[in-house]
């Protein structure tokens, strides 16, 4: 089982460079490897999250799957590390990649070239991001999933994906930048850039070398806050968002979860309560940078009435709750938050699915309903009073009784489906994500000010984004339709379709994986079952040395 942790990785890179040997004439091979890499990640994924999640070898539950490429063992070599919280990650980039394998292969890998070879290395990047153990190898796989992104975002071609594209590409080669920096700066006071013995030395730091470390951990958290959408670095994220096609735009939600995953997984390991005088640092800085992010996403989710932006203004309030709650140090609100990731990442993705063919029926993506230029809306008379023959339509038919086409109802319930789960509303998963980290919030034995800021703030954003997608849904469902019944693909329905049965059965299924949360949450808040595992992990002998014992 240990080389299985290699895999997510080696399938989308084996996948892309096989693909480099085909020519563009030959999309429908590329789109069968897309989606065949697609299916044998996911498989990979869940048979890591369940051996992780099996009774471990020390007797306690769960097992850490260490991995060796070099067969060097760390803090010398390269170090592949799967735990719950990065199987769970791993798992979640699985079911939305495949998701999005399936949906390109409908029309959007036409729009232009190398799409599909470009998927398979963000992919790359992502699940290496994900599984790795060591700092520096974080950067490697962050840049190979940047420059893939790079590519993928410029997909389709046009002035608006060129001018987000720049602003995309700036940004993220700053936070590259500062990446180097604060690693580096982190590598010249300990000597090491494993997390496992990062965290070992940090308890361990002369405190006249505990500012640096401080400083150091301030620049990496600059750069992850930008790759997390966190306010005030966000500025680029909704209208890159929502330039790319929407396969990118399904995939690009889970760039600022990797994001989310890196402060989590560094703060919890570099900080750890065993860290003194390090312990918690930036807690409250953490806390304030999410409960800003939040506040200023809900205001910009109540003012904007594009689809797109909506979806992004979502990532953007997921980003903040999540950050706040990483912020808050306790484990039952990581538990919950841990939960409403991976609620939120599938919504979104399905939403920015959802937005193409909504937009593709309402007239190529027309922003304004024909009734907003008139000077009354068309369910109003002149008086306010109630009209005469409400139940008939412009042909005098009786309204009652009337099929609806089912490409409508898909729509119509996929969007339902979207704002329940974006919102927060019962009975689907995202409530059980929000009712989970209010229940942590409030169960705690000291209920401080960030924390009722924080409840307040996740109330006020539920609202607010329930008002933004509601009027969306009145403009796009309850105004009579300028342009025919929708005609629906089935490899556009499928993967959106299966995008919120993922969330249904989040829900249906809301007690063994919140147990999975919570037990993560526990390993996060104690890292010495991780830090073990990692620096006691041994090489594999020769097989020529084995033959030569006696």
């Not at 070599?77 to 798992?91: E, H």
């Not at 361990?204 to 992850?224: K, N, S, Y």
């Not at 706040?324 to 991976?342: E, H, S």
């Not at 037990?519 to 991780?530: D, F, K, M, R, V």
């Amino acid at each position: 089982m240990p080389h299985l942790v290699a895999v997510p990785i080696l399938v989308p890179m084996l996948t892309a460079a096989l693909m480099l040997l085909l020519n563009e004439q030959q999309r429908r091979a590329k789109s069968v490897l897309t989606v065949v890499s697609g299916l044998i990640g996911l498989l990979a994924a869940l048979a890591l999250l369940r051996w992780v999640n099996a009774p471990g070898t020390g007797g306690g539950e769960g097992s850490i799957g260490v991995y060796l490429p070099g067969n060097w063992r760390a803090p010398f070599g390269i170090v592949l590390v799967a735990d719950r919280l990065s199987t769970m990650m791993v798992a979640l980039t699985g079911v939305v990649a495949f998701a999005v394998s399936i949906y390109s292969t409908s029309r959007w890998d036409r729009a232009g070239v190398h799409f599909h070879p470009l998927l398979q290395l963000q992919l790359m990047g992502l699940n290496g991001a994900f599984l790795t153990g060591d700092l520096f190898n974080l950067f490697v796989f962050f840049e190979v999933m940047l420059a893939a992104s790079y590519g993928l975002l410029l997909h389709g071609s046009g002035r608006l994906r060129v001018q987000a594209g720049l602003h995309y590409i700036a940004i993220n080669l700053a936070a590259s930048s500062l990446f180097l920096i604060g690693a580096a700066l982190l590598y010249g006071v300990t000597g090491t850039l494993n997390m496992a013995d990062l965290g070992i030395r940090i308890a361990q730091l002369d405190p006249a070398d505990r500012g640096l470390v401080h400083a150091a951990a301030a620049i990496l958290a600059t750069a992850f806050f930008a790759k997390a959408g966190a306010w005030p670095l966000n500025f680029w994220l909704v209208p890159a968002y929502s330039a790319a096609v929407p396969p990118v735009s399904a995939v690009f939600a889970l760039l600022t979860k990797l994001g989310i995953y890196t402060v989590l997984r560094l703060w919890t390991v570099l900080f750890a309560p065993d860290t003194g005088d390090s312990a918690q640092f930036g807690q409250s800085v953490l806390m304030a940078i999410g409960l800003s992010t939040l506040f200023v996403s809900a205001l910009g989710i109540v003012g904007t009435q594009r689809l797109s932006h909506l979806a992004g203004y979502s990532v953007l309030i997921s980003a903040g709750t999540l950050l706040t709650a990483i912020g808050l140090g306790q484990p039952a609100i990581w538990a919950g938050a841990l939960y409403y990731l991976l609620n939120s990442t599938l919504a979104v993705s399905a939403f920015f699915l959802l937005i193409d063919m909504i937009e593709r029926w309402r007239n190529a993506g027309a922003s304004i309903a024909p009734h907003e230029s008139a000077d009354n809306a068309p369910f109003l008379s002149e008086d306010l009073k109630t009209l005469d023959d409400v139940n008939l339509d412009d042909e005098q038919q009786a309204l009652y009784g009337r099929a609806i086409p089912a490409g409508i109802a898909f729509l119509g319930l996929a969007f339902v489906g979207c704002t329940l789960l974006l919102v927060g509303l019962p009975p689907l998963s995202g409530f059980v994500g929000k009712l989970a980290m209010l229940s942590g919030l409030l169960a705690a034995p000291h209920i401080t000010p960030a924390s009722w800021g924080f409840l307040a703030l996740l109330l006020v954003s539920g609202f607010l984004a329930l008002v933004a997608l509601s009027r969306a849904g009145i403009r796009y469902f309850w105004t009579q339709p300028a342009a025919a019944m929708p005609s629906l693909r089935t490899l556009e329905v499928l993967p959106v379709a299966a995008l919120l049965a993922a969330c249904v059965a989040l829900t249906i299924e809301a007690g063994p994986v919140m147990h999975h949360a919570s037990a993560t949450a526990q390993g996060l808040l104690s890292p010495t079952a991780y830090r073990n595992a990692v620096m006691e992990a041994r090489q594999v002998p020769n097989p020529a040395t084995l033959k030569a014992a006696p």
